[in-house]
């Protein structure tokens, strides 16, 4: 099951989340868990733009990986949030998340050198073309 939840629920249900920039952006940000069997599994987390929506992160615990999990987050967003040009970034070493994305739709637009400090990014879209601010709005070095 997959329901809507609170930054602070997020904090608290995967304590030991790693990534640095999983904050509270603006009220734009929106955040769903995977429910199953009673215990929270997995998250996607979301900046609604208004004609543009931006995947800020998909993250599976571990040991729940590469059971699709991260593939019915993402299409539960594509389903709940129509009439939207998608966008993210993802690590270019991270095939499994590329591949999902692939699936999903979408493609590589460009690369941002040194996103993740010492690693790139694809910036990857899916819906037609995005506003190019969007493409600067997470670009910290």
């Given at each position: 099951?997959?329901k809507?939840?609170?930054?602070?629920?997020?904090?608290s249900?995967?304590?030991?989340y790693?990534?640095?920039?999983?904050?509270s952006m603006?009220n734009?940000?929106?955040?769903?868990?995977?429910?199953?069997?009673?215990?929270?599994?997995?998250f996607?987390?979301?900046?609604?733009l208004?004609?543009?929506?931006?995947?800020?992160?998909v993250?599976?615990?571990?040991?729940?990986?590469?059971?699709?999990?991260?593939?019915?987050?993402?299409k539960?967003?594509?389903?709940?949030?129509?009439n939207?040009?998608?966008?993210?970034?993802?690590n270019?070493?991270?095939?499994?998340?590329i591949n999902?994305?692939?699936?999903?739709?979408?493609?590589?637009?460009?690369i941002?050198?040194?996103?993740?400090?010492?690693?790139?990014a694809?910036?990857?879209?899916?819906?037609?073309?995005?506003?190019?601010?969007?493409?600067y709005?997470?670009?910290?070095k």
């Amino acid at each position: 099951m997959i329901k809507e939840v609170s930054y602070n629920d997020i904090l608290s249900l995967f304590k030991d989340y790693k990534e640095d920039y999983i904050i509270s952006m603006s009220n734009n940000s929106k955040y769903y868990a995977y429910e199953l069997n009673n215990k929270y599994i997995g998250f996607i987390c979301i900046l609604d733009l208004d004609t543009e929506l931006e995947i800020i992160d998909v993250f599976i615990e571990p040991k729940y990986q590469g059971n699709g999990y991260g593939d019915k987050l993402l299409k539960y967003i594509l389903d709940n949030y129509k009439n939207r040009n998608y966008f993210l970034e993802v690590n270019v070493n991270n095939e499994r998340a590329i591949n999902l994305y692939k699936k999903n739709g979408f493609e590589i637009l460009t690369i941002r050198k040194h996103y993740y400090k010492d690693e790139d990014a694809y910036v990857m879209s899916k819906g037609g073309e995005i506003h190019e601010w969007c493409l600067y709005t997470r670009n910290w070095k």
